[in-house]
């Protein structure tokens, strides 16, 4: 730990990081006590805490959640579509999440496993703070990634820019804060992690050692990165082949050996995937059977509406990025020392 503290590892650029990382948690923490406060909790993070709990207590052996059978899950949907929330997921798919995994349920109970709090009205406050926790840290651990790969990039000025980006986006804080918002953090930082560890293991084949055994914590890293992603979100599937691609791209001359460490951190990720199941094989196989990995509409392109409405959301989740995005593609495709890691 002394060793780590050097002005070589950790001198000005760090602190000045760190103040940014704790204004940013500052803002986090104050929506999180705005929405800890009796009624203001929606029934769609209950929902969350009540699946994650179930799981937890009995390994996996619920992860199907019968409408029939659960009536009060069904009263619970119902009573969050009059109020304007999301019909929990799983009640609309045969009793399965089509877009999450069990992990992404676990995440979100396990700060009750190590502080139990009983799911009741007067504990709402309490279970609010728990539940934030998981999403508190990964924004944090997110925003440290985002500035160490700026920095690297383009030298601290860079990381500054977008360290400053991101600690000042309503959308992040609102996603890490659960201010009436679905906890996406966590599937952020694995995409994030999966795409810029794959750049990363890239770059190492260009010396001449090993590749499996020498690289074997990032390819760890990588498995670790997809299955956080995908088990967030099973939409995230396509970082997977972007993860890939990006592998050949950087290391032409080592393909073969780019392929063989993404397939070992594939294998890893779906190893990770399967333990969110408890190691059930039918409860993984009906999870994944019933999972939507692609639910796209192609109508959708054709439809003007839809982009207003990412153009809306892109605005209200960070000013600043709405308008920066267009001089960063413009840039990216325009100037190819741009494209190069």
Known sequence: MV???????????QVLASCLLLIFLAQCLWLVGRGARPGSMDLAEIYRLERGTALWDRRGSESRVDPRAAPSDQEKGNSAQESG??????????????HHSPLWYLIAAAPLRLSPVSLQPENIRALHWLA?????????????SLWYVARRLFGNAGGYVALALY????????????WFAEPEVGAAWGAFGAIFTAVAVAHTLYAPREVILWNWRRIVLLGLSLALAVG??????????AALAFMLYLAPTRRLAALGIWGV?????????YASYFFQARAFWQGIRH??????SWRAYAMPQAYHQVLAQLGQSSPAVALALPVALITYFGWRRARYF
């Open 291 to 296: 999972a939507s990995f692609f639910g796209i």
């Open 132 to 144: 934030a926790l998981p999403y508190l840290t990964f924004g944090l651990l997110l925003g440290a």
């Open 265 to 273: 951190g594939c294998g890893i990720a779906l190893l990770f995937l």
């Open 3 to 13: 060793r780590f503290f050097t002005p070589e590892r950790f001198g000005r650029p």
């Open 232 to 241: 967030s979100q099973f939409s995230l599937i396509i970082v997977v082949p």
């Open 167 to 178: 600690c000042f986006s309503p959308g992040i804080a609102r996603s890490c804060a659960l």
């Open 85 to 98: 929330l999301s019909r929990p997921p799983a009640l609309e798919n045969r009793g399965y999440d089509a």
